[in-house]
């Protein structure tokens, strides 16, 4: 019987890299704006290439991007890219398709919701907030929640914990098999593979089902409470 699905957030309830990828094309056009001399295609090179080297959640990542190029931190042009940072990141935060319906549709059925994020806790819950669904979770987990990262199992059971479930009463849906899938599976839960989410062009994903839209995940649910 299942009581619960768990969800990861970025690029399974929200297209978190579209919204990166809009955040800081705005950012190097406003940079640009206020005086930086760097092509726009090499720009974002760079600082993509700060983000690989440091993570995607950075906060210092401008600094550290101008401070590199040209030894110190020019302001205006750093003011510049982190208002154009903002304002692109607040209208291209959005939910895939259907993701609000079906999570109305999970609640309306009596299952219990939550987020597991490898996400910086205020992070997390600024995005939750911004699209307004820091209302509909029973627990959100972030990084540090248990200072350990998926696939290790510490935060799936921080989870199972708080809901008061056992793994095999729950769902866990992820874009990133070898977090996700992984994880969830070690300690028993069924795992559902966000295709539609996927950045890595997975071809075996190890999961239990397969989505493409996170709609189907109603359907995976009256599978699993008929056995």
């Given at each position: 019987?299942?009581?619960?699905?768990?969800?990861?957030?970025?690029?399974?309830l929200?297209d978190?890299?579209?919204?990166?990828?809009?955040?800081?094309?705005?950012?190097?056009l406003?940079?640009?704006?206020?005086?930086?001399?760097?092509?726009?295609?090499?720009?974002?090179?760079?600082?993509?290439?700060?983000y690989?080297?440091?993570?995607?959640?950075?906060?210092?990542?401008?600094?550290k991007?101008?401070?590199k190029?040209?030894?110190?931190?020019?302001?205006?042009?750093?003011?510049?890219?982190?208002?154009?940072y903002?304002?692109?990141?607040?209208?291209?935060?959005?939910?895939?398709p259907?993701?609000?319906?079906?999570?109305?549709?999970?609640?309306?059925r009596?299952?219990?919701?939550?987020?597991?994020?490898?996400?910086?806790?205020?992070?997390?819950?600024?995005?939750l907030?911004?699209?307004?669904?820091?209302?509909?979770?029973?627990?959100?987990?972030?990084?540090?929640?248990?200072?350990?990262?998926?696939?290790?199992?510490?935060?799936?059971?921080?989870?199972?914990?708080?809901?008061q479930?056992?793994?095999?009463?729950?769902?866990m849906?992820?874009?990133?098999?070898?977090?996700?899938?992984?994880?969830?599976?070690?300690?028993?839960?069924?795992?559902?593979?966000?295709?539609?989410?996927?950045?890595?062009?997975?071809?075996?994903?190890?999961?239990?089902?397969?989505?493409?839209?996170?709609?189907?995940?109603?359907?995976?649910?009256?599978?699993?409470?008929?056995?």
């Amino acid at each position: 019987m299942i009581k619960a699905v768990i969800f990861d957030l970025d690029n399974t309830l929200v297209d978190f890299m579209a919204m990166k990828d809009a955040a800081i094309e705005s950012a190097v056009l406003a940079m640009t704006d206020a005086g930086l001399k760097i092509p726009k295609q090499k720009a974002k090179e760079k600082i993509y290439k700060i983000y690989d080297e440091e993570g995607i959640e950075d906060q210092k990542v401008f600094d550290k991007f101008l401070t590199k190029e040209f030894g110190n931190i020019d302001y205006r042009i750093h003011a510049a890219g982190i208002i154009g940072y903002r304002r692109a990141r607040e209208a291209a935060l959005v939910l895939y398709p259907h993701v609000h319906l079906t999570l109305m549709e999970l609640v309306k059925r009596g299952l219990k919701l939550a987020v597991v994020s490898d996400a910086p806790r205020l992070q997390a819950w600024l995005r939750l907030c911004q699209l307004n669904l820091h209302h509909i979770f029973d627990v959100v987990i972030t990084y540090e929640d248990t200072n350990k990262r998926k696939p290790d199992p510490e935060p799936f059971k921080n989870a199972l914990q708080q809901l008061q479930i056992e793994a095999e009463e729950a769902i866990m849906v992820g874009d990133w098999a070898e977090r996700d899938i992984v994880g969830a599976k070690l300690i028993g839960m069924k795992t559902v593979f966000a295709r539609y989410g996927d950045r890595f062009d997975t071809v075996n994903s190890g999961a239990d089902y397969e989505i493409d839209d996170v709609i189907k995940i109603l359907d995976i649910v009256d599978e699993l409470s008929t056995k």
